[in-house]
């Protein structure tokens, strides 16, 4: 019998709970607060790339809406994440399909095979496709930028969606097939819903990987270039806030992108 | 002809192959099932039952034989072209739907026009007890809801043949029996042919027009649950279902369907169910536990002595269960189990006759 009347138990103090605080609040302002110092810049009123802070302007903001050459970068950059990602997106989606349906010889040499461009440094493979494409007589340019892209993007697609397809319950595709539906009818309402956040995941994190590709691009472009790499460019001639303005925007673009990636990789609920 | 049944297994097996050996998980099955029939599959796991179902459902196909639906060969037919639709373990609601989608699925499949959906959903909510349930997503379910949802989905389209798998196994031991009752229910209302596919007896036996017993991809024995339970076909059937004493015993008269039977040096009358095995050869005798009358030695009054066989009996062990007592008691022939009704507690110390029908006890091969 418990004895009612006994006083409350106190609870066990913790020890030093602050100090795994402060130790994660320095790991983080380690890696964070070089990007608040860009956005802080790209506020600042000073005409070059420095602090001290002098006074708020958005001016960078506008001069940067306005450059043309910045403007014409980055819309090839969108244009050539686009594609890419529908191409990594679209050929992922049929590999990963493969490799969770059917049993073939060299299906672990496949996989690897297909996770090789993320695993192989961006030179290897920049390398590697520059000397294809021009034994090809492939003129460089942003098709070639948009193939390469798409060759890297394609493991990054694969990744969530074979982890989301391993976690489907085949007794959902044969209750479809059971009450009627036909094969098509079965990707189209059941397994493609399944798995239908897990290729959005894939699709924004190849978008995000291919929006700031240098490496391989530097290999496989022409005249036109990517906003990474005119932002590289101008970083060794005129550095303005401008490139921090820049930079801010594209940041909170990814973090958007990356956080609707996150949100979207949790299975649905069974 | 037996292809007349709603549903024929015509001597089907289904081989797998693992390693270099061929395994049968369903040997040279013939079954025929009828249309209205509660027909069960038993066995515990591995015994071929749910692979079996399968067959039917057109989820596998068979290496050898033919499976007939409504008197036509559908053996090699994919699931979406038979007028058979399965109730699964987990049910395989589909988590992105709504509970009225998900029921309204195989009409939309159908290509139902709009209002027709509706209203047939809205009347199997209701059938169901769940008409407040629609908009809710499954897994917002319990888990006698989820059955529920997953009854009326397989049933919303009217198949000839319904196939259960294990339907109660996920659900708590409380709501089972209030979902068994209702789903011999929808049966009876619905005049459909059931296939229900179960390792638990007892839903086998409360269920069931007739039960197939099935052991290592074959059907041992196929009757009503009254035949299974009262005149099983072997020792392994006699075992699986329900309690039983058995006793080893030489075969030394036969006279019709009676039979005497050697037993420790003490006669013993019995039934014969099969042909009569040859005299002298040794057999089994099954008797229930619940068929063995017992009575005080010293009571010379009791209806009793009206029984065939007798032995005395030396009380070992009681065990108080609830609504019965499990005795074990110590005789002459061997241990015997039984169960008695009653309250009242029995003492070790006595002595008593155990006493049985002829009718009660069972002949069957030695193994």
Same mark, same amino acid.
């Given at each position: ?6 006083? !409350? ?26 990007? +608040? ?17 002098? +006074? ?5 903001? @506008?001069?940067?809406? !306005?450059? !043309?050459? *910045? ?18 997106? @679209? ?56 193939? @390469?892209?798409?060759?890297?993007? *394609?493991?990054? !697609? ?21 009450? @009627? ?90 | ?31 025929? #099932? ?26 596998? %196909?068979?290496?050898?034989?033919? #499976? ?78 989820? %059955? ?12 000839? &043949? ?50 197939? &017993? ?54 013993? %009358? ?12 040794? &057999? ?39 609504? &019965? ?43």
């Amino acid at each position: 019998m418990p004895d009612v009347s006994s006083p !409350a138990i106190a609870p066990r103090p913790q020890r030093r709970p602050w100090l795994l605080g402060v130790w994660t609040a320095i790991a983080l302002g380690f890696l964070y607060l070089p990007i +608040g110092v860009v956005v802080l810049m790209s506020v600042n009123q000073s005409r070059i790339l420095s602090l001290p802070f002098t +006074g708020f302007t958005l001016d960078w903001y @506008g001069l940067a809406l !306005a450059d !043309a050459p *910045l403007r014409a970068a980055l819309g090839n950059s969108l244009k050539v994440a686009a594609i890419a990602t529908l191409f990594a997106t @679209g050929l992922g989606l049929l590999a990963a399909f493969a490799i969770y349906r059917y049993q073939f010889w060299g299906k672990t040499a496949f996989r690897l095979a297909l996770n090789l461009p993320i695993l192989l440094p961006g030179v290897v493979t920049g390398v590697a496709m520059l000397a294809y494409f021009s034994s090809l007589e492939l003129g460089l340019g942003l098709g070639t930028v948009i193939l @390469g892209h798409g060759v890297f993007g *394609l493991p990054v !697609a694969l990744g969530p969606i074979l982890t989301r397809l391993g976690q489907f319950p085949t007794a959902l595709e044969e209750a479809a097939y059971d009450l @009627g539906a036909r094969p098509v009818q079965v990707f189209r309402d059941v397994l493609f819903p399944y798995i239908r956040s897990a290729v959005v995941a894939g699709a924004l994190l190849a978008f995000t990987l291919s929006f700031d590709e240098v490496v391989v691009t530097i290999f496989l472009t022409g005249r036109d270039n990517t906003l990474p790499m005119e932002i590289w460019g101008r970083l060794r001639t005129n550095i303005t806030p401008e490139i921090a303005a820049v930079a801010t925007v594209i940041l909170t673009v990814s973090s958007i992108l990356v956080v609707a990636s996150q949100r979207n990789s949790a299975p649905p609920s069974a | 002809m037996q292809t007349q049944s709603l549903v024929y297994l015509d001597r089907v097996s289904k081989l797998y192959r693992s390693g270099g050996a061929e395994i049968y998980a369903v040997r040279d099955v013939t079954l025929a #099932v009828q249309a209205g029939e509660f027909f069960s599959l038993l066995g515990s796991s591995g015994s071929g039952k749910t692979t079996t179902l399968r067959l039917i459902g057109g989820f596998e %196909q068979p290496e050898y034989g033919e #499976v007939y639906l409504n008197g036509e060969v559908v053996t090699t037919q994919p699931p979406y072209c038979r007028p058979v639709h399965t109730v699964f373990q987990s049910y395989a609601l589909f988590p992105h739907l709504s509970v009225a989608e998900n029921i309204a699925y195989p009409l939309a499949i159908a290509r139902t026009p709009r209002e027709e959906i509706d209203a047939q959903v809205r009347d199997a909510l209701k059938m169901f007890q769940i008409p407040e349930l629609g908009d809710r997503r499954p897994h917002q379910l319990s888990g006698g809801q989820q %059955q529920r949802v997953a009854l009326a989905r397989a049933l919303i389209s009217r198949p000839k &043949v319904l196939l259960l798998d294990e339907p109660l196994s996920a659900l708590d031991a409380k709501i089972r029996d209030e979902v068994r009752q209702e789903l011999k229910a929808v049966q009876r209302q619905t005049n459909l042919t059931f296939i229900y596919v179960t390792h638990d007896q007892d839903e086998a036996l409360a269920l069931s027009d007739r039960i197939a &017993v099935m052991d290592q991809g074959q059907v041992q024995q196929l009757g009503t649950p009254r035949d299974i339970y009262d005149a099983p076909a072997s020792l392994f059937v006699a075992q699986f279902i329900g309690k039983a004493n058995f006793l080893r015993g030489t075969i030394v008269d036969v006279a019709g369907d009676r039979a005497t039977v050697l037993v420790n040096g003490l006669a013993l %009358q019995a039934r014969l169910s099969s042909p009569a095995p040859a005299l002298n050869t040794e &057999v089994t005798l099954m008797v229930r536990p619940e068929r063995l009358r017992l009575s005080s030695a010293a009571d010379t009054q009791s209806s009793t002595h009206f029984l065939e066989n007798q032995v005395s009996a030396t009380l070992t062990q009681s065990t108080y269960i609830g609504a &019965v007592q499990e005795l074990r008691l110590t005789t002459a022939v061997g241990d015997l189990l039984t169960t008695q009704l009653g309250q009242a507690p029995i003492h070790a110390s006595s002595s008593f006759t155990l006493s049985w029908q002829a009718e009660d006890c069972l002949v069957l091969p030695v193994d």
